[in-house]
C-alpha cells in the first residue's frame, strides 16, 4: 500500500522545485519512487567536495534532509498540511571521490503530527556512504 496523497509522484517537478534553492545548486535530482521510499542522486564534484577532494560531509546531509524532507512532504495534503524537519543525524561511513551518490528514504514512522524516515546514501557500486535519520513535523500550512 503507497503512502502517497497522489496516487503518482512526479520526479521530474521535485527535481525542477529545486531549481533557485539548495538541492538545485548542489544537482540533487529525484530518480525513483516506491510505496513507502523515494531515491535521488548527487554529482560528487567541485560542488559537494570538501577541500581533500572527498564527498563533503554536510553535502551528504543536504541530500539526506533533502530527499526525507521531500518524502515527507509527499504524504501530506499539502493544501492542509506542511513538515519541516525538526532533527536530522548523520554517520559518515566512507569517502567518495568522484561520481553520484544515491540516497534512498524509507519510512520509519509516518503520525499525524511526526515523521520519521531513514535515508541511506550509497556510492555507485552500492557500498554504503552515509547513514541519516530525520525527524519531521507535521504543520497547518497556517503556520508553515
Aim: net charge neutral.
Amino acid at each position: 500500500m503507497s503512502i502517497w496523497f497522489h496516487e503518482k509522484l512526479d520526479l521530474a517537478a521535485l527535481s525542477a522545485s529545486g531549481a533557485n534553492c539548495m538541492h538545485g545548486f548542489v544537482g540533487i535530482e529525484f530518480i525513483g519512487y516506491g510505496d513507502n521510499w523515494i531515491k535521488a542522486r548527487m554529482p560528487v564534484d567541485e560542488r559537494t567536495k570538501q577541500p581533500y577532494g572527498r564527498l563533503h560531509g554536510g553535502a551528504s546531509v543536504v541530500l539526506a534532509e533533502t530527499v526525507g524532507s521531500t518524502a515527507a512532504a509527499m504524504t501530506v495534503d499539502p493544501s492542509k498540511f506542511a513538515t519541516v524537519g525538526m532533527e536530522i543525524n548523520a554517520n559518515h561511513i566512507r569517502p567518495v571521490k568522484d561520481g553520484f551518490v544515491f540516497a534512498t528514504a524509507t519510512s520509519e514512522s509516518i503520525g499525524r503530527t511526526t515523521q520519521i524516515w531513514s535515508i541511506r546514501i550509497e556510492d555507485e557500486a552500492g557500498k554504503l556512504v552515509c547513514i541519516s535519520r530525520i525527524t519531521m513535523a507535521v504543520i497547518s500550512t497556517d503556520r508553515a
